[in-house]
DNA sequence: CAGGATCCAATAAGATACTG
DNA sequence: CAGTATCTTATTGGATCCTG
């Protein structure tokens, strides 16, 4: 049977693995940071360009998930100093490699969303009887 | 360069994947699901053998998300009426299948842990100036 | 334009006690 | 054993106003 990581007993090193797939969750698993790393796959972009493009995010929870992104090293915040100001924020190498196994799971996701769809349906009609 | 998916335009269909993958981190995305995954993926198991081998989730957040996977068709609850009762939770084949995107996600994990965490100590420590 | 600061609502999570 | 119910706290997210 596949695993999560390969491991038979319940106290062996293995824990070590679903640790670190635990802080990557802690990090991409909240509202906006998947959809900002989305629109940044597509190339650099401006905050305020950002902002339009992933409709919904607020001006505070994209501060919030870019200063996150940038802490991790994921993504670069370059400021040019003009007036008005412009702030480019753009992708890491270490960004860009978080989307191959993002990308992965998106598919997975579109894959088996009729199937999880059907399923919430049939568990909330057996519930309300 | 890798996309999260392929796009070329800001607002062309490609956001159904954003969507769909927003979806299924709303469920993964918690502090407990992935772990619970991880150790169904040995194979089937009882309410308290989970509970023991899962450390630090509470009663009641196991609950929860027993509930939520099984309402996604992830996992089946077989309830064995004996006394005192037995019941066992398992993966589907839906289930098993996410672990391979997963897994795939817990990889990155691990081989980009010591990046992240120097990234961090950079950031944190050009912060206190 | 970019973002800091503040206040408030919603949700997630933990602790504890009770039940078939 | 495997839950449910209730209460409380912590975290997250949104709205709004202010600034270089």
Redesign the interface.
């Known amino acids: ?5 390969p ?2 007993g ?1 106290a062996d090193g293995a824990e ?3 640790r ?6 802690e990090r ?4 906006w940071t ?2 900002v ?2 629109v940044l ?3 650099p972009m401006r905050f305020n360009a950002i902002m339009r ?1 992933v409709d919904g995010v607020s001006h505070r929870m994209l501060t919030l998930t870019l200063r996150g992104l ?5 993504v670069t915040r370059t400021v040019y100093p003009t007036v008005p100001p412009k702030v480019e924020y753009a992708l890491t190498e ?1 960004g ?15 894959q ?2 009729p ?2 769809t ?3 349906a ?3 009609a057996a519930q309300e009887r």
Not at 28 to 31: H, S, T, V, W
Not at 70 to 74: A, S, T, V, Y
């Open positions: 049977m596949a695993q999560i990581t491991q038979n319940p070590t693995d679903c670190a797939l635990g802080r990557v969750l991409i698993g909240n509202k998947v959809m790393v989305g796959s597509q190339g493009t940038e802490r991790d090293g994921l270490t860009q490699s978080l989307i191959v196994p993002l990308s992965a799971l998106a598919r997975w996701a579109e088996n969303r199937r999880i059907a399923a919430q049939q568990y909330d």
